[in-house]
T-cell receptor, first 111, second 118 residues
Framework: DAKTTQPPSMDCAEGRAANLPCNHSTISGNEYVYWYRQIHSQGPQYIIHGLKNNETNEMASLIITEDRKSSTLILPHATLRDTAVYYCIVRISNSGYALNFGKGTSLLVTP | DAGVIQSPRHEVTEMGQEVTLRCKPISGHDYLFWYRQTMMRGLELLIYFNNNVPIDDSGMPEDRFSAKMPNASFSTLKIQPSEPRDSAVYFC????????????????FGQGTRLTVV
């Protein structure tokens, strides 16, 4: 699996958009980008994933650059409950389907 | 579905004792994963099963750790004998193949078991 690089921490004001970057410059053509988050004392929670195209669901949007070497997770209107550690993961389908979590980005949403 | 269910939620045991952690995956899921999380090492994959068969146990730290999945609805992670450095939060997760391949799957995690070995 390609390695990912994320900033260790970020702050965001409540109600504003939170933009979490992720670099994955060694990503291969058949590797997907996944985002999970972990709220304190809970298990990780799936957010969104994508291959090439931008994706949006009820939780967030995922913007992948054309060269696929980086991506951005967007929480359009951050709330205090979005305070969590966000993990960007890239994986290939035949890697065993397991997730290799890095250190993630600790997002603090402030009032 | 109630999601992935882990028990117990908290376990405190003395060094040298046997510890058994339990997991009930989501019904219909054919993949089950055991992870361990510590402050120092983050989230680490220990082992995963497909259709009750262990596929990759390379993350199991030592022979003191063993995992079983006797049927599709139950798995255990056993530590014998336990040591203080085994103190961590242990997560179980399950997922199912859908669509064209497992890259489209999402994993669902339980609430974890916080293990303290004193």
């Amino acid at each position: 699996d390609a390695k990912t690089t994320q900033p260790p921490s970020m702050d965001c004001a409540e109600g504003r958009a939170a933009n979490l970057p992720c670099n994955h410059s060694t990503i291969s053509g058949n590797e997907y980008v996944y985002w999970y988050r972990q709220i304190h004392s809970q298990g990780p929670q799936y957010i969104i994933h994508g291959l090439k195209n931008n994706e949006t669901n009820e939780m967030a949007s995922l913007i992948i650059t054309e060269d696929r070497k980086s991506s951005t997770l967007i929480l359009p209107h951050a709330t205090l409950r979005d305070t969590a550690v966000y993990y960007c993961i890239v994986r290939i389908s035949n890697s065993g389907y397991a997730l290799n979590f890095g250190k993630g980005t600790s997002l603090l949403v402030t009032p | 579905d109630a999601g992935v269910i882990q028990s117990p939620r908290h376990e405190v045991t003395e060094m040298g004792q046997e510890v058994t952690l339990r997991c009930k995956p989501i019904s219909g899921h054919d993949y089950l994963f055991w992870y361990r999380q510590t402050m120092m090492r983050g989230l680490e994959l220990l082992i995963y099963f497909n259709n009750n068969v262990p596929i990759d146990d390379s993350g199991m730290p030592e022979d003191r750790f063993s995992a079983k999945m006797p049927n599709a609805s139950f798995s255990t992670l056993k530590i014998q004998p336990s040591e203080p450095r085994d103190s961590a939060v242990y997560f179980c997760a399950s997922s199912a193949i859908k669509g064209q391949g497992a890259q489209n799957t999402e994993a669902f995690f339980g609430q974890g078991t916080r293990l303290t070995v004193v």
